[in-house]
Structures are given as C-alpha cells and as structure tokens.
C-alpha cells in the first residue's frame, strides 16, 4: 500500500482526489489538509509515502512549502497544477526544488476531465513511491566540465535528447554546461503545451545557447536548441544539405505526444551516423526504439545512468534493446556529447 496525503485549499479538489485515489487497491489516503501548516503535523504523525500538493494556497503557497520541506522531510511530491501561464512558471519553480512530477487539474475549457487527471495521478504516485528524491541534490551540483569547447568545425552535426519524468532539472543541468557553438539541438521533454513554451524561456535564460519552442519549419543550426511543442511531435528533416524542424499533430506514439521515439526515428534517418542520441530518467519505454535506430545508423548513443536518474525506466529500456553505447551519471553527460561531436568530427 502506498500512503498519500492529500493538500489542498479546496475541499471540492481534497473529497475529488480523495474519493478518485481510494478506488485503487494499492493506495492508502493516510490524510487530507487544507494548507501546508496542517500538511506538516500530518507528515510527522503519517508518514505518507507520497504527497500530492497544489501549489496556490493561503498562509503559505506551495513553493515555500518545498523550499522548506524538502531539506527537513524530503518526500516524492507531486503537483496538482492549473493549466496557465503563472500555473506552468510554479509548477517548473516546484519541479527544481524536487518535486517528482505534476499532473494538471480538471479543466472543461481544456478538455481535462477529472477520470483521467485520477489515472495519470495513480500512475504517477506508483513512480513518485520508488523515487529517492535525494538525488535532485546531486544533479543541482554540475561538475565543472574540463573538456575545451570548441566545436565550431562541427555545424553538420545533431544532438537529440529525450526525457520525461525528472527531466527539467536533467536537461537544464547538461544544456547550461554545453557550449555556445554547440551543434543543433532538438529536445522533447514529456510535458503539456504552455508548460513547455515556459521551459523553454527558462533553459534560454541559462545557457549560452538560444533555446526556443518549435514551431515547424525552422533551420537546425549551431548554438540553437529546439524543444517539442507540447502538443505536437517534433521530428527533423533534412533539405539542401541543412537541417530543419517539423511539427505535426497527431495521435500517440509510445504513449505520448510529443514523443521521444518520433524524434529520434526522424533523426536515424535523416542525420544518421551525424548524430549523438542522448535517453534521460523517464518512466517507461519510449525512446528506446528510436535511440536503437540511431545506433543501428552509427549514431553516438548514451544514456543516464541509474544512480543519477530520478525514473530508471526509459533509459533502462533502451539499455536493455541495445540502443546505447555508454551509460553516464548525469554530470557527465554534457562532456560526453562535447567528445562524442569530436569524434564524429574526425571519423566523418
């Protein structure tokens, strides 16, 4: 049984979420709280496994409950987020300081109906339970890269990398150690939309590379990175000898849109042996088919290790089909596709 407290201002949400979880016969609601002072006693005298935690509360709002839990109590928390703009910037604020996810509030102007807000919230308190959320404390401190970055012979060149749960911290922590003049770049990051086009203003805001939201149609070039739309898959093309990216709509791949498998099957076959395919922490498998047709095309494969990755899922897939050339901790990452581009430089 897996024991999950429940804190919320609404008592609408707290009876909704209450009543959805408890259908499950591997979830425990240790409790409910209406704001963080009360969810604290209820932590001490509880022990929830997991916590579920909107993040717009009086007396003190979620992200000051993080900021202050965390070092204290450091439990899996998962977000229950509105789908808006300030939503999407708190909700990225709750990822960094250790959250594990967030699964969006029922929305009929958005279509999000409560049925499958209560699935994707099971599924993703059974992951957030098996998280050690210490770990986050490890990928926040990058080690300084040694490697000379000077990679600017190197503009034919792709890198693509995929992610989803504990992806944030993951993909911010190698692109703000990634020099300026670092091969196109093209990203997806398990996330609805809004959410992504606020990652993506907050990886810009980090790196010496210029990282924007796909749109479709743009020329993949160095010192620019790419991230999928949350609504759209991104995948890449190839015409005149340049790169571009192409988004599209449609329906799931690998369970997912955007999906990992989409980018990087576009990218075995257009950039093939050109390119360095890169699988972060993620709960299930996709990617890891697509990560195989890059190495079956001599693509540059890797993948996050265990030890470092918050969800060992999608990396341990593409591990296991043997998609993957190396495996590295999350701080060793960034300099590995720095000599990756290098040695394909040179054989090429």
């Known amino acids: 049984m897996i024991k999950v407290l429940i804190v919320d201002d609404s008592a609408l949400a707290r009876q909704m979420l209450s009543q959805g979880l408890s259908r499950f016969s591997d979830i425990d609601i240790v409790g409910t709280a209406s704001d963080v002072f009360a969810a604290r006693d209820k932590i001490v005298f509880k022990k929830p496994d997991v916590i579920t935690l909107d993040i717009e509360m009086p007396k003190m709002d979620g992200i000051e409950f993080l900021r202050r839990l965390m070092p204290q109590y450091p439990l899996p928390v998962i977000i229950v987020s509105a789908l808006s703009k300030p939503g999407a910037r708190v909700t990225l604020d709750a990822l960094d300081l250790g959250a594990v996810d967030f699964v969006l509030k029922p929305s009929s102007s958005f279509g999000i109906h409560l049925e499958q807000v209560i699935e994707d919230l099971h599924e993703k308190i ?38 989803s749960t504990g992806g944030t911290v993951a993909i911010q922590s ?30 810009n805001r980090s790196t010496p590379l210029e990282v924007i939201e796909a749109k479709g ?36 791949v690998s369970g997912h849109t955007p999906s990992v498998d989409v980018l990087f099957h576009s990218v075995a076959e257009h950039a093939g042996a050109n390119a360095v395919g890169v699988i972060l922490t993620g709960m299930g498998r996709d990617g890891a088919d697509g990560l195989k047709a890059m190495k079956d095309q001599k693509a540059i494969t890797i993948a996050q290790d ?11 897939e593409a591990v296991e089909c043997g998609a993957v050339d190396m495996e590295r901790d999350i701080k060793d990452i960034p300099s590995e596709i720095v000599k990756a581009v290098k040695r394909l430089s040179n054989e090429n």
């Open 174 to 203: 190698i692109v703000e150690q990634l020099p300026a003049d670092t091969p196109g770049t093209v990203i997806v990051q398990h996330m609805p939309p809004g959410f992504t086009t606020m990652f993506a203003e907050r990886l």
């Open 126 to 163: 059974q992951v957030a339970s098996r998280v050690d959320v210490s770990k986050y404390k490890r990928i926040f401190n990058p080690r300084p890269v040694s490697v000379p970055y000077k990679l600017s012979a190197s503009t034919d060149k792709l890198i693509a990398i995929g992610a």
């Open 217 to 252: 149609g743009e020329r993949i070039h160095s010192g620019l990175v790419f991230l999928a739309p949350g609504d759209k898959h991104l995948s890449v093309c190839k015409k005149g000898g340049y790169f571009y990216t192409e988004c599209r709509q449609g329906e799931r």
């Open 306 to 316: 265990e030890k470092s990755c918050v969800v060992y899922g999608m990396p341990k």
